[in-house]
């Protein structure tokens, strides 16, 4: 999804938000039971849905400007930075005491994205807080999935953040030049809109079936793939304060999910 956006970059940011999310319908489509096809939209959480519909697409938004801006692997490794956000976010939203080591790791994943933003004090390139502002969001997100996921369905969830996302991309027709795309274009807009959907859906589960800082380590595995691709695609070589800022986050971000894991209780899957 990151590489599609990139790649897209000379498409007003409204059209590549709506053509991610509408063409992100399809999936969820495909996952709703039979019986709840007239139902599926029905929920008695419309205001957390909505908290976290909001959430998402102004996440979704600060990073697509990010992947536009900024070097590929830079972009992924600050949003490394969502768990220590998730931290910092279960302290307000779920009132979770927090030790001396996690508060140690929160400090250290923030030294780590100041050396990754490093580049911003010296060329004054703003875009490097899109990244921030994404994982911001993003703790508001996991923090109300995990919620949610306690009473509804994935495909619930899923439809009213791909719904909003999708008429606030429309909703810039009035205000931007949209490009008709090329059949190249739209077929990368299609692998957009599915990667981007089925991922949602996949992570959606994820903090379904554990904790929200157990579930984000596994993100670190971006990174290779961002470096490889943004080497041979745009010939971007990652700055070693990047790949040593993205360690301090990673380790950091291990540190919350090594805690978590012995704090927390076994982890135990739904019924379904």
């Known amino acids: 999804m990151d590489i599609c956006v990139k790649w897209l970059d000379y498409y007003p940011v409204g059209q590549v938000l709506f053509l991610r999310f509408f063409i992100g319908f399809i999936p969820i489509f495909f996952i709703i039971p039979k019986d709840k096809i007239f139902s599926f939209y029905k929920t008695s959480r419309p205001g957390l849905h909505a908290f976290r519909a909001i959430s998402g697409a102004l996440a979704i938004i600060a990073l697509f400007l ?18 220590i ?10 009132s979770e005491k927090v030790g001396i080591k996690r508060w140690s790791a929160v400090f250290l994943g ?29 703790a508001c997100v996991a923090i109300s999935v995990r919620s949610l996921s306690k009473t ?17 991309g429309l909703g810039t027709i009035f205000f931007s030049d949209w490009i008709m795309p090329t059949f190249i274009d739209f077929v990368l807009f299609f692998v957009l809109g599915l990667c981007g959907s089925v991922a949602n859906l996949l992570l959606t589960q994820s903090y379904r079936l554990a904790e929200a800082s157990l579930v984000t380590p596994i993100k670190y595995l971006s990174l290779v793939f961002a470096i490889i691709f943004g080497y041979f695609i745009w010939s971007e070589v990652p700055k070693i304060l990047t790949l040593l800022g993205a360690s301090l986050v990673i380790a950091s ?3 919350i999910f090594m805690r978590e894991n012995k704090l927390k209780k076994q982890i135990i899957a739904p019924r379904t």
Not at 66 to 81: H, I, K, M, N
Not at 153 to 168: D, E, H, R, V
């Open 66 to 83: 990010g992947l536009r801006e900024l070097p590929l692997a830079d972009v992924v490794s600050l949003t490394f930075g969502g768990p």
């Open 85 to 94: 956000f998730v931290t910092i976010a279960s302290i307000f939203f779920l």
């Open 110 to 138: 923030f030294v780590g994205m100041l050396l990754i933003v490093q580049p911003a004090f010296i060329d004054v390139n703003y875009y490097y807080i899109t990244p921030i502002v994404f994982c911001i969001f993003f």
């Open 152 to 168: 509804e369905a994935n495909y619930t969830i899923a439809f009213y953040f791909t719904l909003l996302c999708t008429l606030l």
């Open 253 to 255: 971000s291990l540190i």
